[in-house]
Protein backbone atom coordinates (compact mmCIF):
# COMPACT_ATOMS: atom_id res chain seq x y z
CA UNK A 1 0.00 0.00 0.00
CA UNK A 2 0.97 3.79 -0.74
CA UNK A 3 2.11 5.56 2.44
CA UNK A 4 1.96 9.39 3.69
CA UNK A 5 5.51 10.57 2.64
CA UNK A 6 5.99 8.46 -0.26
CA UNK A 7 6.73 9.27 -3.80
CA UNK A 8 4.35 8.23 -6.70
CA UNK A 9 4.36 8.85 -10.72
CA UNK A 10 0.91 9.85 -11.74
CA UNK A 11 0.67 9.06 -14.94
CA UNK A 12 -2.11 10.40 -17.37
CA UNK A 13 -4.05 8.82 -20.22
CA UNK A 14 -2.40 11.32 -22.63
CA UNK A 15 1.47 10.19 -21.41
CA UNK A 16 1.53 13.41 -18.91
CA UNK A 17 3.30 12.14 -15.61
CA UNK A 18 3.46 14.41 -12.21
CA UNK A 19 6.04 13.26 -9.43
CA UNK A 20 4.33 14.12 -6.24
CA UNK A 21 5.05 13.08 -2.37
CA UNK A 22 1.61 12.03 -0.52
CA UNK A 23 0.67 14.12 1.78
CA UNK A 24 -2.30 16.10 2.98
CA UNK A 25 -2.77 18.43 0.19
CA UNK A 26 -4.93 18.53 -3.07
CA UNK A 27 -2.82 18.98 -6.32
CA UNK A 28 -4.43 20.90 -8.89
CA UNK A 29 -4.17 20.48 -12.82
CA UNK A 30 -6.20 21.95 -15.37
CA UNK A 31 -7.96 18.08 -15.90
CA UNK A 32 -9.38 18.59 -12.13
CA UNK A 33 -7.82 17.91 -8.46
CA UNK A 34 -6.65 15.18 -6.95
CA UNK A 35 -6.33 14.70 -3.24
CA UNK A 36 -3.00 13.10 -2.46
CA UNK A 37 -3.99 11.90 0.88
CA UNK A 38 -6.09 9.50 -0.41
CA UNK A 39 -3.72 8.05 -2.64
CA UNK A 40 -2.78 6.12 1.14
CA UNK A 41 -6.27 4.20 0.50
CA UNK A 42 -4.60 2.29 -3.02
CA UNK A 43 -1.59 0.40 -4.29
CA UNK A 44 1.01 1.44 -7.03
CA UNK A 45 -0.69 0.18 -10.50
CA UNK A 46 -4.28 1.82 -9.25
CA UNK A 47 -5.61 4.02 -10.96
CA UNK A 48 -7.33 7.48 -9.43
CA UNK A 49 -10.00 10.34 -10.83
CA UNK A 50 -9.58 14.15 -11.05
CA UNK A 51 -12.55 15.84 -9.81
CA UNK A 52 -13.41 15.86 -13.72
CA UNK A 53 -13.02 12.19 -13.86
CA UNK A 54 -9.66 11.80 -16.08
CA UNK A 55 -7.95 9.11 -14.84
CA UNK A 56 -4.39 9.07 -13.55
CA UNK A 57 -2.03 5.68 -13.23
CA UNK A 58 -0.43 5.49 -9.93
CA UNK A 59 3.22 3.49 -10.65
CA UNK A 60 6.25 3.73 -8.16
CA UNK A 61 8.64 6.21 -9.35
CA UNK A 62 12.26 5.38 -10.47
CA UNK A 63 15.67 6.78 -9.98
CA UNK A 64 15.42 7.54 -13.42
CA UNK A 65 12.20 9.55 -12.76
CA UNK A 66 14.12 11.57 -9.86
CA UNK A 67 17.06 12.10 -12.07
CA UNK A 68 14.64 13.95 -15.36
CA UNK A 69 13.37 16.57 -12.35
CA UNK A 70 16.04 17.18 -10.13
CA UNK A 71 15.93 20.66 -9.14
CA UNK A 72 18.58 21.76 -11.21
CA UNK A 73 20.97 25.20 -10.90
CA UNK A 74 23.50 23.56 -13.70
CA UNK A 75 23.45 21.09 -16.57
CA UNK A 76 22.93 18.21 -15.48
CA UNK A 77 24.33 14.42 -16.69
CA UNK A 78 21.47 13.06 -18.97
CA UNK A 79 20.34 9.30 -17.67
CA UNK A 80 21.38 8.12 -21.13
CA UNK A 81 25.35 8.82 -19.81
CA UNK A 82 24.54 7.66 -15.90
CA UNK A 83 23.98 3.91 -16.93
CA UNK A 84 27.32 3.70 -18.69
CA UNK A 85 29.21 5.78 -16.12
CA UNK A 86 28.11 3.25 -13.60
CA UNK A 87 29.25 0.08 -15.37
CA UNK A 88 32.37 1.33 -16.41
CA UNK A 89 33.40 2.43 -12.97
CA UNK A 90 31.89 -0.94 -11.75
CA UNK A 91 29.78 1.22 -8.86
CA UNK A 92 27.62 -1.16 -6.93
CA UNK A 93 27.05 -2.06 -3.33
CA UNK A 94 29.93 -0.91 -0.87
CA UNK A 95 31.68 0.90 -3.16
CA UNK A 96 33.65 3.85 -2.60
CA UNK A 97 33.52 7.03 -5.09
CA UNK A 98 34.97 10.03 -5.44
CA UNK A 99 32.99 12.96 -7.35
CA UNK A 100 34.53 16.41 -8.48
CA UNK A 101 31.95 19.14 -10.22
CA UNK A 102 28.64 17.95 -7.51
CA UNK A 103 26.31 20.44 -9.79
CA UNK A 104 23.04 19.67 -8.37
CA UNK A 105 23.52 16.14 -7.80
CA UNK A 106 21.81 14.27 -10.57
CA UNK A 107 25.00 12.11 -10.67
CA UNK A 108 25.56 11.86 -7.17
CA UNK A 109 22.05 11.06 -6.66
CA UNK A 110 22.96 8.30 -9.02
CA UNK A 111 25.90 6.90 -7.41
CA UNK A 112 24.36 6.85 -3.80
CA UNK A 113 21.74 4.75 -5.05
CA UNK A 114 24.08 2.02 -6.30
CA UNK A 115 26.72 2.04 -3.55
CA UNK A 116 24.35 1.39 -0.59
CA UNK A 117 24.20 -0.02 1.59
CA UNK A 118 27.67 -0.12 2.95
CA UNK A 119 29.44 2.38 0.22
CA UNK A 120 30.02 6.25 0.51
CA UNK A 121 30.20 8.64 -2.32
CA UNK A 122 32.52 11.93 -1.48
CA UNK A 123 31.61 14.66 -3.84
CA UNK A 124 33.36 17.91 -3.88
CA UNK A 125 32.20 20.96 -5.71
CA UNK A 126 33.90 24.36 -5.54
CA UNK A 127 30.69 26.86 -4.87
CA UNK A 128 28.56 26.56 -2.20
CA UNK A 129 25.36 27.20 -3.53
CA UNK A 130 25.74 24.10 -5.87
CA UNK A 131 26.59 22.26 -3.25
CA UNK A 132 23.50 22.82 -1.32
CA UNK A 133 21.31 22.17 -3.67
CA UNK A 134 22.66 19.19 -4.25
CA UNK A 135 22.31 18.25 -0.73
CA UNK A 136 18.23 19.18 -0.56
CA UNK A 137 17.94 17.26 -3.86
CA UNK A 138 19.46 14.17 -2.29
CA UNK A 139 18.10 14.61 1.28
CA UNK A 140 14.53 15.16 -0.23
CA UNK A 141 14.77 11.12 -2.29
CA UNK A 142 16.55 9.96 1.08
CA UNK A 143 19.61 9.55 -0.66
CA UNK A 144 22.22 11.82 1.52
CA UNK A 145 23.21 9.54 3.80
CA UNK A 146 25.34 7.65 1.70
CA UNK A 147 27.14 11.09 0.42
CA UNK A 148 29.74 13.06 2.13
CA UNK A 149 29.79 16.59 0.25
CA UNK A 150 32.47 18.84 0.37
CA UNK A 151 32.82 22.47 -0.58
CA UNK A 152 36.58 22.18 -2.40
CA UNK A 153 38.58 22.47 -5.27
CA UNK A 154 39.84 18.85 -6.56
CA UNK A 155 43.18 21.18 -7.72
CA UNK A 156 44.26 20.87 -3.98
CA UNK A 157 44.03 17.02 -4.04
CA UNK A 158 41.13 15.03 -2.69
CA UNK A 159 41.46 13.58 1.23
CA UNK A 160 40.61 9.88 0.84
CA UNK A 161 42.81 6.83 -0.56
CA UNK A 162 41.62 3.96 -2.22
CA UNK A 163 38.60 4.44 -3.55
CA UNK A 164 37.54 2.61 -6.12
CA UNK A 165 36.49 5.02 -8.44
CA UNK A 166 36.52 8.48 -9.40
CA UNK A 167 34.28 10.63 -11.70
CA UNK A 168 35.64 14.53 -12.89
CA UNK A 169 33.08 16.25 -14.26
CA UNK A 170 34.59 20.41 -13.65
CA UNK A 171 35.53 23.00 -16.76
CA UNK A 172 39.09 22.33 -16.64
CA UNK A 173 39.81 18.55 -15.47
CA UNK A 174 43.63 18.65 -16.75
CA UNK A 175 44.73 19.21 -13.04
CA UNK A 176 42.65 16.95 -10.88
CA UNK A 177 44.43 13.72 -13.25
CA UNK A 178 46.93 13.37 -10.91
CA UNK A 179 44.60 14.18 -7.86
CA UNK A 180 42.33 11.29 -9.18
CA UNK A 181 45.19 9.04 -9.39
CA UNK A 182 46.57 9.20 -5.71
CA UNK A 183 42.84 8.67 -4.70
CA UNK A 184 42.10 5.97 -6.31
CA UNK A 185 43.16 2.30 -5.41
CA UNK A 186 45.35 -0.39 -8.00
CA UNK A 187 42.90 -1.18 -10.59
CA UNK A 188 40.18 1.64 -9.87
CA UNK A 189 38.31 3.65 -12.37
CA UNK A 190 38.34 6.84 -13.36
CA UNK A 191 35.62 8.63 -15.62
CA UNK A 192 35.38 12.26 -17.01
CA UNK A 193 32.53 14.20 -18.89
CA UNK A 194 34.06 16.71 -21.48
CA UNK A 195 31.72 19.00 -23.57
CA UNK A 196 34.25 19.62 -26.45
CA UNK A 197 36.81 17.43 -28.60
CA UNK A 198 40.07 19.68 -27.97
CA UNK A 199 39.01 18.78 -24.06
CA UNK A 200 39.44 15.18 -24.97
CA UNK A 201 42.28 16.00 -26.84
CA UNK A 202 43.88 17.68 -23.70
CA UNK A 203 42.61 14.98 -20.51
CA UNK A 204 44.27 11.95 -22.89
CA UNK A 205 47.49 13.59 -23.17
CA UNK A 206 47.20 13.97 -19.54
CA UNK A 207 46.02 10.40 -18.38
CA UNK A 208 48.41 8.87 -20.76
CA UNK A 209 51.16 10.84 -19.07
CA UNK A 210 50.19 10.06 -15.14
CA UNK A 211 49.91 6.27 -16.41
CA UNK A 212 46.17 5.78 -16.86
CA UNK A 213 45.71 2.50 -18.92
CA UNK A 214 42.24 0.49 -20.70
CA UNK A 215 41.63 4.74 -22.27
CA UNK A 216 38.30 4.88 -24.19
CA UNK A 217 36.29 7.75 -25.36
CA UNK A 218 32.80 7.38 -26.51
CA UNK A 219 30.07 9.24 -27.04
CA UNK A 220 26.31 8.27 -26.15
CA UNK A 221 23.16 9.03 -28.48
CA UNK A 222 19.52 8.14 -27.68
CA UNK A 223 17.07 8.21 -30.72
CA UNK A 224 13.12 8.26 -29.19
CA UNK A 225 10.23 6.95 -31.22
CA UNK A 226 6.80 7.66 -31.91
CA UNK A 227 4.69 5.28 -29.83
CA UNK A 228 1.91 4.94 -32.51
CA UNK A 229 1.89 1.43 -33.90
CA UNK A 230 0.49 2.82 -36.90
CA UNK A 231 3.17 5.56 -37.60
CA UNK A 232 5.73 4.30 -35.95
CA UNK A 233 8.53 6.47 -36.54
CA UNK A 234 11.28 8.80 -34.73
CA UNK A 235 10.55 11.62 -32.60
CA UNK A 236 11.28 15.02 -34.40
CA UNK A 237 13.88 15.84 -31.66
CA UNK A 238 16.78 13.80 -29.98
CA UNK A 239 18.93 14.02 -27.57
CA UNK A 240 21.95 13.63 -29.73
CA UNK A 241 25.26 15.47 -28.04
CA UNK A 242 25.77 15.39 -24.52
CA UNK A 243 29.41 15.01 -24.06
CA UNK A 244 32.26 12.68 -24.40
CA UNK A 245 32.62 10.42 -21.69
CA UNK A 246 36.06 9.01 -20.98
CA UNK A 247 37.62 6.67 -18.90
CA UNK A 248 40.68 4.82 -17.47
CA UNK A 249 42.28 2.14 -14.86
CA UNK A 250 45.01 2.77 -12.97
CA UNK A 251 47.83 0.70 -12.47
CA UNK A 252 50.69 -0.43 -10.44
CA UNK A 253 53.69 1.38 -12.58
CA UNK A 254 57.02 -0.29 -12.64
CA UNK A 255 56.36 -3.38 -14.27
CA UNK A 256 59.20 -5.33 -15.29
Not at 63 to 79: G, N, S
Not at 123 to 144: H, P, Q
Request: charged share 30%; with cysteine; proline share 4%.
Amino acid sequence: MIRKGDFVLLVGEDGKEFLLKVEDRVFGTHKGNIDLSALTQLDYGDCVKTTKGVRYWIVRPTLYDFIKRVKRQTQIIYPKDIGYIMLKLGVGPGKRVVECGTGSGALTMAFSYYVRPFGRVYTYEAREEFSRLARTNLRKVGLDEWVVFKVARGEDGFDERDVDAAFIDVKYPEPLVKSAWDALRSGGSIGFLLPTANQVSSVLKVVDEVGFVGVEVVEILVRRYKTNPERLRPDDMMVAHTGFLLFGRKVRRGCG
